[in-house]
């Protein structure tokens, strides 16, 4: 017997869940086990059951706790429930950040057609994620301007010492040029490549001299 899919559905307009309850309802894959029109009452509901629920379908936009917080705590206290987002509200930040910070497994359109809603689910349950073109747009064009905007924070003495590197300096050697101790000069890397997003020499100097910093 094929393994049922067990769906939550946390929004606040109870027309907009007897909606999703009627697409899935016909599922024999899926089954709507657990829905709420508050985020904190879903999580009380959740402590009960823990286990039972393998997808959250969640509204971004809600009262007192909305999405993005209701995403963090379960991320906290449910780490096995794989959520997908069901809103209007395509905001590349949002999302980035929810797939950072909360482990975000899809995203869908409340415009969004059945069949591309089951689809979702479906690989989302497997383990893969859902994210549509246009939301992956978003994503990226976000990323793009916060990846721009860390290295226009570049401090002076940080780009100084990107040079040295572009030029096969050691940190030692660093420190003698700028006369400044190894640790500080280790202190600056770190800050660099947390700045940057980068985690090694290549990566870094590649980045920088495509946006010309150097």
């Known amino acids: 017997m094929t393994k049922k899919i067990n769906i939550a559905i946390l929004d606040d307009h109870q027309i907009v869940i007897d909606g999703l309850k009627l697409l899935l309802e016909n599922e024999p894959?899926?089954?709507?086990?657990?829905?709420?029109?508050?985020?904190?009452?879903?999580?009380?509901?959740?402590?009960?059951?823990?286990?039972?629920?393998?997808?959250?379908?969640?509204?971004?936009?809600?009262?007192?706790?909305?999405?993005?917080?209701?995403?963090?705590?379960?991320?906290?206290?449910?780490?096995?429930?794989?959520?997908?987002?069901?809103?209007?509200?395509?905001?590349?930040?949002?999302?980035?950040?929810?797939?950072?910070?909360?482990?975000?497994?899809?995203?869908?359109?409340?415009?969004?057609?059945?069949?591309?809603?089951?689809?979702?689910?479906t690989l989302v349950d497997t383990g893969e994620t859902y994210f549509p073109v246009d939301i992956l747009t978003e994503v990226r064009a976000y990323e793009k301007q916060a990846r721009e905007g860390q290295l226009l924070s570049l401090t002076d003495r940080e780009i100084e010492i990107i040079k040295m590197i572009d030029r096969g300096l050691s940190n030692k050697e660093i420190a003698s040029h700028l006369f400044i101790s190894d640790q500080t000069v280790s202190t600056h890397r770190k800050n660099i490549f947390r700045k940057t997003g980068t985690r090694n020499v290549p990566n870094l100097l590649n980045l920088v001299k495509k946006y010309q910093i150097i």
């Open 29 to 121: 894959n899926m089954s709507v086990v657990l829905e709420s029109t508050n985020g904190f009452k879903l999580l009380e509901k959740l402590k009960k059951f823990p286990e039972t629920i393998d997808i959250l379908l969640l509204d971004l936009m809600m009262p007192e706790i909305d999405g993005y917080e209701t995403a963090l705590m379960l991320q906290n206290d449910f780490p096995k429930i794989k959520v997908i987002i069901l809103s209007m509200n395509n905001d590349g930040k949002i999302v980035s950040n929810l797939i950072k910070n909360a482990g975000l497994r899809g995203f869908l359109s409340k415009s969004v057609n059945k069949t591309e809603l089951l689809k979702a689910i």
